[in-house]
């Protein structure tokens, strides 16, 4: 197809929801936990090629992690399982407050907690520190332990995932982004649900959970037994998630993607801006190859914005985006 | 953190034992500055797509060949390792050395070695090392069966070697654990690499022998963590980011959380690395 654009000229900007928005830069997200807090993240990756850096989980106390093996190679991907370690709000704040300054990217921290209450704790606990920190954004992981469900995952009842939504909005006016994996019950329903409590996006860039036994079939191949899985299994798993989920509210789409061309399908199959994790770790450039390759995309199309990609697998373009 | 990768070039695919894929590599840019005890992060440079980057600890080193040898552990799933199926001349991404260098008391000149077919990888390179630099190095080396124990050429003929069978099929009939009482008295430090079921068994009988509290003739120390710093536990991880960031490789103990793949793969029986830990 000839282009009628010229891809230098093709937007990167967008704004994700209307009632509590959140602009981004560009497209392009790093999904909260490969990179850790943010101290480090720019050692490792270039965030000027990014929209928003979510950090990895921060609960209000410190949380320990299993032990190993936590991470193990599965066909297709990795089985992991850390708990979300972490050593508590203050610390994370003490350590990585002036790399959220510094950062050329929107900045949200993903918050972890098992009761309302301690979320509406953790959340008062980051703006009493307003003057030190700078968060364009929270991340209410729905993946994380719920109390009242024995330790299973929020998401895992509609009820539930949408107590701790409406607990986070009311404890903060910042845009709200919801991490769900493709596991969640009702998803649908928990997207409409928290479109209607305010939230800014939808974070489809989840684990669905995993297990393998060990390689002596005595034991878990993970010594916490089921874990998390990342990596391309997951992949139409969690496309098939954003399309479930797409028209909703904003999706930010995420899993298994390793390439420009995974992001392209994200893109068509809804996301509005799409989250990379674990593959950054043998790639640290995949963030400016996908900005690249989207723009081309969307140029070729003679779209005038990377956020015109998003949906275009369900409007009747069948064809694949590719470059 | 977040070291540059460099390119290099396999020379040869090997086994260190039967299974157990070893690769030759070309890496002039790094190989001054590994020991024993670091690993490498390696990636098939040219495949695309979806990657991890797998540990592999060193070997062998060949400073006048400029060569490098890596061990390739095995997968937890039991999967095949793509990289075992590269053929020389092909190119890989390497980032390192990941971990630290396994430290040995200057003073200590008697060392046992506990490891089993998982382990060897781990301590091998530090064998060798030792005994060039004219130390006594005994190794208790575990297998489940004759077949599987690496052969006796990959270390100096100055290590005294001590096999261990589960099935009896050679040497002691039982883990490598049941002999460590017997050497425990002789060395001077001991260091440990395997499943978590040796160096849980080494601890204990080391402990019992009174090994990590015993003020040597020739090393006066304290009672206590200085003490225990004579036994070092090798804690192996499969893949993760390498910059400590991802929290994979991160060992819980009492005395701390260590990140093999920076402050490791050394860690006390108490976890400390015994090292001054940078802040993260």
């Given at each position: 197809m000839e282009a009628r654009v010229g891809a230098a000229s093709v937007r990167t900007d967008l704004v994700l929801g209307s009632t509590h928005p959140l602009r981004l830069e560009?497209?392009?997200?790093?999904?909260?936990?490969?990179?850790?807090?943010?101290?480090?993240?720019?050692?490792?990756?270039?965030?000027?090629?990014?929209?928003?850096?979510?950090?990895?989980?921060?609960?209000?106390?410190?949380?320990?992690?299993?032990?190993?093996?936590?991470?193990?190679?599965?066909?297709?991907?990795?089985?992991?399982?850390?708990?979300?370690?972490?050593?508590g709000v203050d610390e994370v704040i003490d350590r990585h407050a002036s790399a959220w300054r510094a950062a050329p990217c929107a900045v949200a921290v993903s918050l972890v907690a098992t009761n309302e209450k301690s979320l509406a704790a953790l959340i008062a606990r980051f703006e009493s520190r307003a003057d030190q920190v700078r968060i364009d954004?929270?991340?209410?992981?729905?993946?994380?332990?719920?109390?009242?469900?024995?330790?299973?995952?929020?998401?895992?009842?509609?009820?539930?995932?949408?107590?701790?939504?409406?607990?986070?909005?009311?404890?903060?006016?910042?845009?709200?982004?919801?991490k769900i994996s493709p596991d969640a019950a009702s998803l649908r329903a928990l997207a409409e649900a928290a479109a209607d409590a305010g939230v800014t996006a939808l974070s489809v860039s989840g684990s669905p959970i995993g297990y393998l036994p060990s390689r002596s079939r005595t034991r878990g191949a993970l010594a916490e037994g089921v874990g998390e899985l990342s990596g391309p299994l997951i992949r139409p798993r969690a496309l098939a998630a954003v399309v479930s989920v797409?028209?909703?509210?904003?999706?930010?789409?995420?899993?298994?993607?390793?390439?420009?061309?995974?992001?392209?399908?994200?893109?068509?199959?809804?996301?509005?801006?799409?989250?990379?994790?674990?593959?950054?770790?043998?790639?640290?450039?995949?963030?400016?190859?996908?900005?690249?390759?989207?723009?081309?995309?969307a140029a070729a199309r003679g779209l005038a914005s990377i956020s015109d990609l998003a949906g275009l697998a369900l409007s009747g373009a069948n064809e694949r985006a590719s470059e | 953190m977040g070291a540059a990768p460099v390119r290099a070039q396999l020379l040869a695919v090997g086994e260190l034992a039967p299974g157990r894929s070893a690769l030759l590599l070309r890496l002039p840019e790094l190989i001054a500055s590994l020991r024993a005890g670091?690993?490498?992060?390696?990636?098939?440079?040219?495949?695309?797509?979806?990657?991890?980057r797998r540990v592999a600890p060193v070997t062998q080193i060949d400073l006048i060949a400029g060569s490098v040898q890596v061990a390739l552990q095995p997968r937890a799933d039991g999967?095949?390792?793509?990289?075992?199926?590269?053929?020389?001349?092909?190119?890989?991404?390497?980032?390192?050395?990941?971990?630290?260098?396994?430290?040995?008391?200057?003073?200590?000149?008697?060392?046992?070695?506990?490891?089993?077919?998982?382990?060897?990888?781990?301590?091998?390179?530090?064998?060798?090392?030792?005994?060039?630099?004219?130390?006594?190095?005994?190794m208790l080396l575990e297998s489940s069966t004759a077949a599987e124990i690496p052969p006796a050429s990959l270390l100096p003929e100055s290590v005294e070697i001590h096999v261990a069978t589960e099935d009896g099929s050679l040497g002691h009939h039982g883990s490598a654990a049941d002999l460590v009482a017997t050497y425990a008295a002789w060395a001077d430090q001991v260091v440990a690499a395997g499943s978590s079921e040796l160096l849980s068994a080494t601890t204990l009988l080391l402990r019992a022998a009174g090994v990590?509290?015993?003020?040597?003739?020739?090393?006066?120390?304290?009672?206590?963590?200085?003490?225990?710093?004579?036994?070092?536990?090798?804690?192996?991880?499969?893949?993760?980011?390498?910059?400590?960031?991802?929290?994979?490789?991160?060992?819980?103990?009492?005395?701390?959380?260590?990140r093999l793949c920076k402050e490791g793969p050394a860690v006390t029986p108490s976890g400390s690395t015994g090292r001054t830990r940078g802040a993260r």
């Open positions: 560009r497209p392009i997200v790093i999904a909260s936990g490969p990179l850790g807090f943010g101290a480090e993240a720019s050692e490792l990756i270039d965030l000027r090629d990014v929209g928003l850096f979510v950090t990895r989980g921060v609960s209000l106390a410190p949380r320990s992690g299993p032990s190993l093996p936590r991470v193990v190679e599965v066909p297709g991907g990795l089985l992991h399982a850390i708990s979300r370690e972490n050593p954004a929270y991340e209410i992981d729905l993946t994380s332990p719920s109390d009242a469900l024995d330790g299973a995952r929020w998401e895992s009842t509609l009820d539930e995932g949408v107590r701790l939504i409406d607990a986070a909005r009311e404890s903060t006016e910042l845009p709200l982004i919801v797409h028209g909703a509210l904003p999706i930010i789409g995420g899993g298994g993607i390793g390439s420009p061309a995974d992001a392209l399908d994200a893109f068509a199959a809804g996301a509005a801006a799409v989250s990379l994790g674990s593959a950054l770790w043998a790639d640290p450039g995949l963030p400016r190859a996908v900005l690249e390759s989207a723009r081309r995309a | 670091h690993a490498l992060h390696l990636l098939h440079a040219e495949a695309g797509g979806y990657r991890l999967g095949r390792d793509s990289l075992a199926e590269l053929v020389p001349g092909a190119q890989l991404s390497v980032v390192g050395p990941i971990g630290q260098p396994i430290e040995i008391d200057p003073d200590a000149l008697q060392i046992l070695i506990v490891t089993d077919v998982e382990g060897f990888p781990w301590v091998r390179l530090l064998a060798t090392s030792l005994a060039a630099a004219g130390r006594s190095v005994t990590s509290d015993r003020t040597s003739a020739r090393v006066a120390r304290p009672r206590g963590e200085a003490g225990a710093k004579r036994l070092q536990l090798i804690v192996a991880h499969e893949i993760g980011c390498g910059s400590g960031v991802c929290g994979g490789c991160t060992y819980q103990s009492a005395a701390g959380s260590v």
